[in-house]
């Protein structure tokens, strides 16, 4: 019979509780959100249940990532209701620590993954992914998890994860424990985000824009377009069809996310970052190798 789901406020008792599963035993996989939980997040969740006998789920909503005027205040805090999915799949425990025990006073520390984290998000939002790096190297050395689940809807992020838990020799000496979950989308092709949320229903009808003029220049890429042609056509495409402003859109070597102008024998990635009605979406697609 699943026991009840843990619901951890302190530090001292996530230790004892993951230390207990250790001497029976017992693996952990860990998902960490900022909550506003949706289907992609329990996703992730599912794929941490097939990984290990327990699983952990953080919810933080993160202030260091955040940068000025970005939507800090303003970003959904449904804890009740996440605790409420999360037990209803079988989480064994969430971690839902405040931002004065992740940050005590006098916290002076930032971790800088360098190369993967300087182009994308990490240009148009400065100090974005030094937040991200800090708080998830604390979470790992909080969880200690054999491993943890991270969404592909932010490649960038991922990578960044990637990098540091191999430099900083985080989690386990294992090529797969930091596991890349493929990106959930609505039927309209538009991938899952808390920000979604954000959007009335013309934004939201017209963000879908975004993941068909994706595949669109995919599409022309891979027949042979030039990847400039196809990058220009998809950002003329989302400013007629509703966006504000295209951050980039770009094409990138999936592993080190140096942008290159035609797709080689390595994997790619077309990563975009848009904005509609005030919301910024961002979304990255596989570029097939070519021979």
Known sequence: ?????LAIHRLDHLRTTVAAWRDAGESVAFVPTMGALHEGHLTLVRAARERAGRVVVSIFVNPTQFGPNEDLDAYPRTLQADSELLAAEGVNALWAPDAGAMYPEGFATSIDVSGVSADFCGASRPGHFAGVATVVCKLFNQVQPDCALFGEKDWQQL???RRMARDLDLI??????????PTVREDDGLALSSRNRYLDETARRQAAALPAAMRTAIAGIENG???AQALGTLETTLLTQGFSRVDYAALADADTLERIDAPGARPARLLVAAHIANTRLIDNMAVEPQS
């Open 1 to 5: 019979m699943q026991s009840a789901m």
């Open 159 to 161: 990578a960044v994860i």
């Open 172 to 181: 386990r000496p294992r090529v797969d424990s930091i596991i890349g979950v």
């Open 225 to 227: 377009q030039p990847v």
